[in-house]
Nanobody, 115 residues
Framework: QVQLVESGGGLVQPGGSLRLSCVVSGSIFRFYVMGWYRQAPGKQREFVADISTGGGTNYADSVKGRFTISRDNAKKTVYLQMNSLKPEDTAVYYC?????????WGQGTQVTVSS
């Protein structure tokens, strides 16, 4: 069974930075496209970014130029470097496989951008 453990969230002021991590266990991590998603209160979960097995990346327009996704296959970990954070980035952030998720989700990590 796949387990996803996200970490690195917190409270940050507008313009600040955070680096999120997601450790994946129980899967052949290096074979999968991995992505980050987020869900703000009262809203549906939305795509943020993904990274292919070869390192190719895609980003939602709302985060392009501010967020950077990366992966370390040896550590089975995917990262999300978030810079120039805005209040509208406030959400719970999750990672999962793309395009089809693993069938389960981690607990996510809360990111709050506020002064």
């Amino acid at each position: 069974q796949v387990q996803l453990v996200e970490s690195g969230g917190g409270l940050v002021q507008p313009g600040g930075s955070l680096r999120l991590s997601c450790v994946v266990s129980g899967s052949i991590f290096r074979f999968y496209v991995m992505g980050w998603y987020r869900q703000a209160p009262g809203k549906q979960r939305e795509f943020v970014a993904d990274i292919s097995t070869g390192g190719g990346t895609n980003y939602a327009d709302s985060v392009k130029g501010r967020f950077t996704i990366s992966r370390d296959n040896a550590k089975k970990t995917v990262y999300l470097q978030m810079n120039s954070l805005k209040p509208e980035d406030t959400a719970v952030y999750y990672c999962n496989r793309r395009p089809l998720d693993f069938g389960s989700w981690g607990q996510g990590t809360q990111v709050t951008v506020s002064s």
